[in-house]
């Protein structure tokens, strides 16, 4: 094979929206799923699966049962539709209805004291979300806590995707009669990155983020079409240019025209990859209000070794790189400051420190930049280091 040969079956190293497309999605979208694909199930909805756990549950217990089913769930994530549901993850609702009463209880307390927060696609006030509720719950109620999230059906999805050791969070997202639906999207992480800093990234990590987390939808009461259920594009996960595909109007269209949903029952789960197509579907019912808890799973191999105090270095850097402004390049200063300051804005308390202007609030490396473009004193940057550290503590 000749160097050019070579060269043209690497593929794209950078995905951009001129990358994509739109017959090509069409085809990966079109295919199907038949119920004789799976072996631990023979229910197909829509393209998919559904797991009946109050009979699959006990397999859990046989070691090699479930390994077999943890196999299969992670082949629909990857390469079969991308989505399952777990059908009654809850045998016992009575866990989802203690649940539902501290969250609503959280909620009441968060309007009165800060007047509500918008939630991630609705203006503040039409809906209502719980940003971490994990700690939240866990912290109000602890022992309501170990009965809702001692799930070992919910344990073992998140076994499937990302292994042991992984890290759940969760955000409850209320939906009103009325709430607008979302467009369809891709999630975190790089579906949380504006078309810039996504189409920066290499496209081997656009195959990467989607392994490291794991999207989740706990219902807390029965969600027929008419409440807005998730809106899915089974197989769309497949698309490797999706992190740019899905910002163009065109892809956007499509997915409008060929999602699906699936009603839920209070105590279903559902579960999806964060790069299947998806986004929350409009409430148009007259009474249901449509809660889930949203729960977001990361692996735990994305962190790095060591303990660094960040925030230590770049007050010590800060003053030295002012001095060497002149003597030092703007691509060996932004070296410097990406070997030192934390350079991504998660994980952080999205209570005090929430998305200004997109969806991701500012880095501390992008505190640093801004502050030596402004020729910030020292002591004024040290405080704004403080500052933003003081807001993503949880």
Request: charge should be negative; aromatic fraction near 10%.
């Amino acid at each position: 094979m000749d160097d050019q040969s070579r060269r043209a079956t690497r593929g794209p190293a950078y995905f951009t929206e001129d990358d994509c497309d739109l017959g090509d999605f069409a085809a990966l979208t079109g295919q199907s799923l038949q119920a004789g694909d799976l072996d631990w199930t023979g229910t197909v909805e829509k393209n998919v699966p559904l797991y009946d756990m109050a009979t699959l549950g006990a397999r859990l217990d046989d070691a090699a049962d479930r390994r077999a089913i943890l196999a299969e769930w992670a082949w629909v994530l990857r390469d079969g539709p991308g989505t399952f549901v777990l059908k009654r993850a809850y045998a016992d609702t009575a866990p989802i209805d203690a649940a539902t009463e501290a969250y609503t209880r959280i909620i009441a307390d968060e309007n009165g004291t800060s007047g509500g927060g918008a939630d991630h696609f609705a203006a503040a006030g039409n809906n209502a979300r719980i940003w971490n509720s994990l700690q939240k719950l866990c912290l109000a109620e602890p022992a309501v806590f170990a009965r809702y999230f001692g799930n070992p059906a919910i344990a073992a999805a998140c076994e499937a995707w990302l292994g042991s050791g992984y890290q759940m969070t969760a955000q409850v997202n209320l939906v009103r009669p009325g709430g607008a639906a979302q467009t369809g999207h891709r999630d975190y992480h790089l579906g949380f990155q504006t078309a810039e800093v996504s189409a920066a990234f290499p496209a081997h990590v656009h195959d990467l983020s989607p392994v490291m987390t794991l999207q989740g939808a706990i219902a807390h009461c029965d969600m027929p079409i008419e409440s807005g259920p998730t809106k899915l594009l089974p197989f769309s996960q497949a698309y490797r240019p999706g992190y740019a595909a899905y910002r163009r109007a065109d892809f956007q269209a499509y997915f409008e025209d060929h999602c699906v949903q699936l009603p839920l029952e209070k105590g279903d789960a559902l579960f999806f990859s964060p790069a299947l197509f998806h986004g929350a579907g409009a409430n148009v019912s007259a009474d249901i209000q449509r809660m889930a808890n949203l729960i977001q799973i990361s692996s735990p191999l994305g962190v790095a070794m060591e303990t660094i105090d960040r925030q230590a270095m770049c007050a010590a850097l800060y003053p030295v790189l002012q001095a060497l402004s002149d003597q030092m390049s703007p691509s060996e200063i932004a070296a410097a400051i990406a070997a030192s300051a934390y350079g991504y804005s998660f994980p952080t308390n999205l209570d005090r420190d929430p998305p200004v202007g997109g969806l991701a609030p500012e880095t501390q490396a992008a505190l640093f930049h801004r502050a030596l473009a402004g020729n910030w004193k020292a002591a004024e940057f040290e405080q704004a280091l403080a500052d933003q550290a003081a807001r993503r503590l949880s």
